[in-house]
Structures are given as C-alpha cells and as structure tokens.
C-alpha cells in the first residue's frame, strides 16, 4: 500500500523540497500552507509529474479550529508520515526591544502550531498503531546566542516537546524524531529581517551554506530507515558551520 506523508508549511523552503522528494519515490502527500496559490501550485505539479495523490490543505497553524477542520475534512486518514515543518523566525532584537508582534508569530507558530497538528493526527497513528512524527527544530534549540532569544526558546521548546512525544508515543509503536538544522539558505532569513532580500542574502555570505534539498534528503532518510530503528535526534550543519556562533567565512 502507498504511505501518505503530510507535511505543514509545504509553500517554501525545507517543506516544498520534502515534499518534491517524497512524492520522485512515489508516496502520497498531504501539504499544508497559507499561500493557496503557490499550495495549488506545487500540488498540481507533483501529483501530475509523479502520478501520486496530492492533498492541499490551506490552512494556518496558529488557528486550532482551522487545523482541526481541515484535517477532518480528509477522506483519507492513513496518515504514515508527518513532517512538522512550518516554522519561522521574526525580527533580531534583544529581549528589551522585542516587538510583541514578532514573539507571537514565533511562539504561535513554532509551539502552538507544532502541538495543534500533532494533537489532531496523533490519534489517527494511535488508532492505527503506527505512524511517524518528524520535526523540524534547529540548532537554535540546542544553544542561545545573541538576538535569537525568542526564536531558541521556541526551538528549545521543539526539542522539549519532541522528547515527550518519543515518551509518550512510546507504547503505541510510533516513532518521533527531531531534525535539527543549522544554516540553510531558503526563504528564512528574508522572513526573519520582515522582507530585506540584500540584507537576508548577506547573512550568507563568504560560506556554502545547505540548501532545502540538503535537509530533505535528511527528512527523507530519517523517514525511510528500518521499522525497528527510531532517529531520536539529528543535528546536521554544513562543512562551514560548528555551531550556532561559529561559521568559517572566507
């Protein structure tokens, strides 16, 4: 039987690249994403180029009722895969000059949209005593640095959260991972600095960093290992990058 894998955040970035991968090796998707256009897009390409089923569902993560409705509004609930992608960072100030709008995106977002997904199709997995939750945290969850205040503590807060899922999931036969990017060029950055596309592309500068396509096959691989191996926890950065305060830049 064909898996289904559903991903949040498919619009951009690591999310459309996993679910391009996903569905070159024949699995059935479900993507997620605000932008209906580029939702529409992507879905009409990947289920034509691939012969796959393709679900879209536009939605925001941050409003439970529009995630509760639209993932009940799936005939098919065979959820194999759920790949808790969307995400994002918003603004670099210090805690002092914070702006409230910015920590209510990160935290409604990152958190809340994160658990309001995984409560809705985590007792579908449970019905079916299988599944897998994956998700997207960051190096940003492992260690603090200057100006990502808000942004770490949501990530900390994946990787909390990520823990408890592997815990708690534990006796149903579900697996839990949690893949943790360091430097990755996408749509990130521009996000972050609320759309300076020459300031955004300067933060790469003097390095390579990974692309979405790095990740994805990382999401993909996770995905894609024995029944009886679980990935815990993955921390992956490019050649360049030790950590999140040090990057070799020439």
Known sequence: ??????????TAGFGKATAELFAESGYNLIITGRRKERLTALSDKLSKKYNIEVTPLCFDVRNNDEVVSAINSLTNKNIDILVNNAGLASGLNKIQDGLLDDWDKMIDT???GLLYVSKAIMPLMIKNKSGHIINIGSTAGKEVYMNGNVYCATKHAVNA?????????????????????????????????HGDKEKAKRVYDGYEPMTAEDIASIIYYVGNLPKNLCVNDLVVTSLSQANSFYINRK
């Open 1 to 10: 039987m064909t898996k289904t894998v559903f991903i949040t955040g498919a």
């Open 110 to 112: 990152n958190v809340k």
């Open 161 to 193: 959260l990520s823990k408890a899922m592997r815990i708690e999931l534990l006796e149903h036969g579900i697996k839990v991972s949690q893949v943790c990017p360091g430097a990755a060029e996408t749509e990130f950055s521009e996000v972050r600095l």
